[in-house]
């Protein structure tokens, strides 16, 4: 393949994206360029490469044949794309060749067409490259099934609003095809909007999925081992330590735990690091004197360090009377957090549920130090319980889930957006179906190691399901803006916000080259007109009804069948500018990365180790402050055990790094230049990144493009 993907001799941008209509003094230039104008052969051969998708039954056997168009209008002769043996099977790329006039011109459009010989017919088909054989390469992408004896017309790029496709009634087909395909379904109650079941489509590749299976065996073959090499029951904190000299590795917390420095980095650059805010005041619900906690500001007042901007706080009112598996209790906490003057974020005080009271004492740093350690253990047990909940499976995995499938929907696979996203989704709805049916169910691993069990994960979800607005928390720098710790000089070594901020900016260059270059492009007078009409909503905007339809479905509420997402920008029901667009595709696409890779891919680090940040504690939360052996609080071995290699697998790799895409959909000069410019600055963030974790000594990593995947696959 590397061989016949030369690289054009040209780089014209063919108006194709902008009205369909091609440019022929740039096609004279392109012809003479290629064959000169002394014609000394009649004829000249196009290799013809194929490149069956590899998804599940894409291969076939059908007879297929194709006919290439030129810009001119010249049209080839008709083919059969027939090789010896056996082609077009699954994730194959066969080559073919035709011959054409020396006067063909560079292709525009194909028509392809199969017939139903054979018992496995059905052809996903993922592209057509025709190479010229005196230079240049011209790309129809596909990405769809072909059905028997239909004429499919394709040009080239293949990627076209809907206003400007010429096949406007086979769009249309299309996407009646995907609603039948992909149907709304909500099956939490109040929950997000799912897919009713998933499509054959959105399946593992085999690849993928054996790699799962055969991790999962492999660490459940070391948890065996470890199982038999250790007692039934933690007696100490060795005991618990002893297990990870069998097969498993140490997490780095084992040596820092108790520590309150170690506790504050938990915040900053843990795997759930979205939730420290500034704080400003010091609720009336929270027991905390100040003369109480003044002794551990460094001679200031409490006011004093309020209106220097060196307190912090974290408030989870959220779990609130969260319903819990097996009767259990979980915290609603609130804590309090210092910034001293050598910037490191310190707890000094935790209160454990939302009311103040006298069985409800707030815990202070200067307490005993099993009583503080307790109490920071549950603190992280309730983070944890929000992390799995909200941060992890909620704002990411499900929220996506229900984007994905309005994008299948209402937008064609021919629709450039359709084309930006749909590298983003892989796998997503196959990984969701395995992990609400093993994970997320009854009986399953979240009932069995979670403190809340599915019903109280449900509870959690929903209710921060009802307050995520797009424009607000899913807009990074809105997001962090809104908690007040979107400045460094506020809250210095917070790597988080740091490498997230660098590459969501990075993917909203990204896009709006891409955005633009497809809805900036309009005729000058018609541009002038639907500007007075439409109070400056930019022509192609207004005329784009696919995109119309599916903000619509995205905002519509669940009850009434729709997604129900809230704060997508826009007004009156619709996208009024070009800036609006990008805005939501930047957020689709770092949630589907780098906020998925934030909340995911250090939960062994975290999790592997109970009393770090237990998913789970035994017996009641203290209403006192009296010393108790923190080890009877932990859960038993089979608990500890499940955690670790469920947590493990978890946090493995998935699809390829950001912005190096399984399957490239879009293949215009614009977006191809477009994504070569995001994957070098990516590469620039990586390396800044890299640089920074060598000269410290608790790294964080987590979102070096080099490891942050395209989509949520795991």
Same mark, same amino acid.
Not at 478 to 498: A, F, H, M, T, W
């Given at each position: ?207 993928? =999925?054996?790699? /799962?299976? #055969?991790?999962?065996?492999?660490? $459940? ?5 470890? &199982?038999? !090499? +250790? ?76 209106? =220097?901007?060196? /307190?912090? #706080?974290?408030?989870?009112?959220? $779990? ?5 598996? &097996?009767? !259990? +209790? ?385």
């Amino acid at each position: 393949m590397s061989e016949t993907r030369a690289k054009p001799l040209w780089d014209i941008t063919v108006s194709t994206a902008e009205n369909r209509t091609p440019d022929f003094s740039v096609i004279s230039q392109y012809t003479c360029l290629c064959h000169g104008t002394d014609v000394k052969k009649s004829t000249r051969k196009l290799r013809i490469i194929v490149v069956t998708g590899d998804r599940f039954g894409a291969g076939t056997d059908a007879n297929v044949w194709i006919t290439v168009y030129d810009y001119q209008g010249s049209e080839s002769a008709k083919i059969k794309l027939d090789n010896w043996g056996n082609d077009m099977e699954q994730g194959a790329t066969d080559v073919y060749e035709m011959e054409v006039d020396q006067s063909f011109s560079r292709p525009a459009r194909i028509k392809l067409w199969r017939d139903a010989y054979g018992l496995a017919n059905s052809w996903f088909l993922d592209r057509v490259e025709i190479c010229d054989s005196e230079g240049g390469v011209s790309y129809f992408p596909v990405h769809r099934w072909i059905a028997p004896f239909t004429n499919y017309l394709f040009y080239e790029f293949d990627s076209h609003l809907p206003q400007e496709d010429p096949n406007k009634q086979q769009r249309e087909v299309e996407l009646e095809e995907k609603r039948r395909d992909y149907q709304i379904a909500v099956y939490i109650e109040d929950g997000p909007a799912q897919c009713a079941e998933l499509p054959s489509d959105e399946y593992f590749s085999h690849q993928y =999925k054996l790699d /799962i299976v #055969i991790s999962k065996t492999s660490l $459940l073959i070391r948890s065996k081992l470890i &199982d038999l !090499r +250790t007692p039934d029951k933690w007696t100490t904190l060795e005991d618990l330590k002893n297990i990870y000299q069998f097969c498993l590795e140490k997490p780095k917390c084992i040596d820092y735990w108790r520590e309150d420095w170690w506790f504050g980095l938990q915040r900053l650059q843990g795997c759930n690091p979205v939730v420290i805010k500034l704080c400003t005041e010091i609720p009336l619900k929270f027991g905390v004197q100040s003369t109480l906690i003044e002794p551990f500001l460094e001679g200031m007042t409490l006011a004093e360090a309020l209106a =220097k901007k060196r /307190i912090f #706080i974290i408030d989870y009112w959220i $779990l609130k009377d969260v319903p819990c598996k &097996d009767g !259990r +209790t979980l915290p609603a906490p609130i804590a309090l957090f210092y910034m001293n003057k050598s910037n490191v974020l310190l707890p000094i005080a935790i209160q454990l549920f939302q009311r103040k009271g006298p069985n409800n004492p707030v815990f202070l740093c200067s307490d005993h130090q099993e009583v503080w350690l307790l109490a920071k253990m549950f603190f992280n047990n309730a983070d944890a319980s929000y992390h799995q909940s909200c941060t992890h499976l909620g704002f990411t995995h499900l929220l996506m889930e229900g984007v994905a499938l309005c994008t299948h929907r209402n937008l064609s696979p021919s629709h450039p957006l359709f084309r930006l996203l749909a590298p983003h989704f892989r796998f997503l709805m196959a990984i969701n179906a395995r992990g609400l049916k093993f994970l997320v169910a009854p009986g399953g691993w979240v009932d069995k190691t979670m403190t809340i069990g599915c019903k109280g994960m449900f509870k959690i979800m929903k209710r921060g399901i009802r307050n995520w607005r797009m424009d607000r928390n899913g807009i990074l720098p809105n997001e962090l803006k809104s908690r007040g710790v979107n400045q460094p000089d506020i809250l210095p070594n917070y790597p988080y916000r740091d490498d997230a901020l660098a590459i969501y900016h990075a993917i909203h260059r990204y896009v709006s080259k891409i955005v633009n270059y497809y809805y900036e492009r309009y005729q000058y007078y018609l541009f002038i007109v639907l500007c007075i009409l439409t109070s400056d909503t930019p022509a192609k905007i207004q005329q784009d009804s696919e995109l119309r339809q599916w903000r619509a479905e995205l905002v519509k509420d669940r009850k009434n069948g729709g997604i129900g997402l809230l704060g997508v920008p826009g007004r009156f029901g619709m996208f009024r500018t070009v800036e609006e667009v990008v805005d939501t595709m930047t957020v689709i696409i770092s949630t589907c990365s780098v906020g998925h890779s934030a909340a995911n891919f250090q939960q062994y680090e975290e999790y592997s180790f109970p009393p770090n940040y237990p998913g789970m504690l035994v017996g009641e939360i203290p209403h006192d402050k009296v010393p108790r052996n923190i080890v009877s609080y932990l859960p038993n071995k089979d608990v500890t055990l499940d955690t670790m290699v469920i947590t493990k697998l978890l946090s493995s790799g998935g699809t390829k790094p950001l912005g190096h895409f399984e399957v490239q959909y879009l293949f215009d000069p614009v977006s191809v230049r477009a994504a070569e410019e995001f994957r070098q600055e990516l590469h620039e963030i990586h390396e800044q990144i890299n640089r920074r974790c060598e000269s410290q000594d608790f790294p964080y990593p987590w979102l070096d493009p080099s490891i942050v995947p395209n989509s949520i696959s795991i």
